[in-house]
């Protein structure tokens, strides 16, 4: 089976030092999505938060060899399903942001663990148990 995805728009950043991971980092950037996208961010509000799903584009092809790695934050050999890092078969990246404005096309985000340029694949609502206002209708 061959899957394709074509990104829906893009992330950019001035920050040059980005943390490895969305739960540490205080980045601040903006989600540009194409503009035939737009309708799609109604919804989206500051202070609500978003999961964010890109394409690590810069990652060197995969090869067998990635499938253990040492972890930069447990400092030890490790599966690369257990981690976090962008070597991976699909080099696919879900990140948790913070919401901090929303204008026409574009989605300002703190928190983000991508480098300026990153291809964004598909937006989500981060739902947490519990929430009575939460959109989980199943396809």
């Not at 030092?17 to 540009?32: A, F, L, Y």
């Not at 937006?123 to 396809?139: F, L, M, S, Y």
Request: with cysteine.
């Amino acid at each position: 089976m061959r899957i394709e995805m074509t990104p829906i728009g893009v992330f950019h950043t001035a920050e040059q030092q980005i943390p490895r991971h969305w739960s540490v980092s205080q980045v601040k950037g903006e989600i540009e999505i194409d503009a035939i996208y737009q309708e799609g961010l109604n919804g989206i509000a500051p202070g609500q938060r978003i999961v964010v799903l890109f394409y690590f584009h810069k990652s060197s092809p995969f090869d067998s060899r990635l499938l253990i790695q040492t972890s930069a934050a447990r400092h030890r050999a490790m599966g690369v399903f257990s981690i976090c890092s962008p070597h991976r078969p699909n080099p696919i990246g879900l990140s948790v942001l913070e919401v901090l404005d929303v204008h026409e096309n574009r989605i300002f985000v703190n928190h983000a663990d991508m480098i300026d340029g990153t291809p964004i694949l598909d937006i989500k609502p981060h739902i947490e148990a519990g929430n009575p206002g939460a959109d989980t209708e199943e396809q």
